[in-house]
């Protein structure tokens, strides 16, 4: 009855369903349980109500926790992680999770795990979300192209970024496609520590998988270059660049809804502003140089 009342979008009946439920009026039951953790998931202001019921499915022979349990509720966790400072409020109910799931002898799936390995990458404990894809042949799983996009992201963040590039690559041997998010962050990570040629690579292999870089990620690139005074080098990529992505750049900028819309930005302009960045950067060392034989 609550799937009928959520499929009609008669939410009042099924919280009420779902409180009467609770207050012993059928037997309990593991799919039944189930369904009120999904549909309480589902609704905002019943994020607790969900933790509720688990905590009296783990007190009840007749309806223990599922792998299917364990899925809802990590990733309803997981929806919350937007914020650093909020991630951290909410790592501790994943790692009270994963350690209920072992002591009720579930064993995870790759999604279960993916999404402990996302929570710790997201709060940057990246040895704890190694630790877990280490562990995952235990349990009879694969690592796909989440766990290792992941994983990279999060070592990209910490400043691991040899790291990083280590698992994006074996990801890459495996035949896994990174998505666009974990592309722009090594790409810019990379071109922050100088290593334009990894930078650039991770860049190709983005644009031959029809994904294209965002505008950060290309002026991130191109700016560390004109830093090094290698504006030559920046007109050579731009010009690559260019030919692997048609001849314009589709760079994509995120609107305050948080959805990318897509702007074209012609070549040209990006020419622009690299010349004027190299003017800047030029005028700024040839002021450097006045202002110290001013001091002498």
């Known amino acids: 009855?609550?799937?009928?009342?959520?499929s009609s979008k008669r939410y009042r009946?099924?919280?009420?369903?779902?409180?009467?439920?609770?207050?012993?009026?059928?037997?309990?039951?593991?799919?039944?349980?189930?369904s009120m953790i999904k549909f309480c998931c589902g609704r905002k202001f019943l994020f607790n109500r969900a933790f509720d019921i688990y905590k009296k499915?783990?007190?009840?022979?007749?309806?223990?926790?599922?792998?299917?349990?364990?899925?809802?509720?990590?990733?309803?966790?997981?929806?919350k992680f937007n914020k650093l400072h909020v991630c951290y409020v909410y790592l501790h109910s994943v790692?009270?999770?994963a350690k209920q799931m072992k002591s009720f002898g579930v064993i995870p799936d790759t999604f279960a795990l993916n999404m402990i390995i996302k929570a710790y990458s997201?709060?940057?404990?990246?040895?704890?979300?190694?630790?877990?894809?280490?562990?995952?042949?235990?349990?009879?799983?694969?690592?796909?192209?989440?766990?290792?996009?992941?994983?990279a992201k999060g070592l990209c963040e910490k400043g691991r970024v040899n790291?990083?590039?280590?698992?994006?690559?074996?990801?890459?041997n495996k035949g896994f496609i990174p998505k666009g998010s974990t592309y722009m962050i090594l790409v810019c990570s990379l071109a922050l520590e100088r290593r334009f040629e990894d930078a650039s690579e991770v860049v190709f292999d983005m644009l031959d998988n029809s994904l294209s870089p965002d505008q950060l990620?290309?002026?991130?690139?191109?700016?560390?270059?004109?830093?090094?005074?290698?504006g030559d080098y920046a007109f050579e990529l731009l010009e690559e660049f260019k030919k692997r992505d048609n001849g314009s750049f589709s760079l994509r900028s995120a609107g305050k809804s948080g959805v990318a819309d897509s702007v074209d930005y012609k070549d040209n302009n990006l020419r622009k502003w690299i010349?004027?960045?190299?003017?800047?950067?030029?005028?700024?060392?040839?002021l450097s140089k006045t202002l110290e034989h001013s001091r002498t």
């Not at 007190?59 to 997981?78: F, G, H, Q, R, V």
């Not at 990620?217 to 290698?230: A, F, K």
């Not at 010349?275 to 040839?286: D, N, P």
């Open 122 to 151: 997201k709060c940057l404990e990246v040895d704890e979300a190694i630790r877990v894809y280490r562990e995952m042949g235990l349990y009879g799983c694969e690592p796909d192209a989440f766990t290792y996009g992941y994983i």
């Open 217 to 230: 990620t290309y002026r991130t690139v191109m700016e560390e270059l004109s830093r090094e005074g290698r």
């Open 163 to 172: 790291q990083g590039l280590e698992f994006f690559k074996e990801m890459r």
């Open 1 to 6: 009855m609550i799937n009928i009342a959520v």
């Open 57 to 79: 499915m783990t007190k009840c022979e007749d309806a223990k926790p599922s792998l299917e349990t364990y899925n809802l509720l990590l990733n309803a966790l997981l929806s």
């Open 13 to 34: 009946v099924a919280e009420t369903l779902v409180e009467e439920v609770l207050a012993g009026a059928c037997p309990p039951s593991l799919p039944l349980y189930n």
């Open 275 to 286: 010349s004027g960045r190299i003017l800047t950067l030029r005028h700024a060392k040839a």
């Open 95 to 97: 790692r009270s999770l």
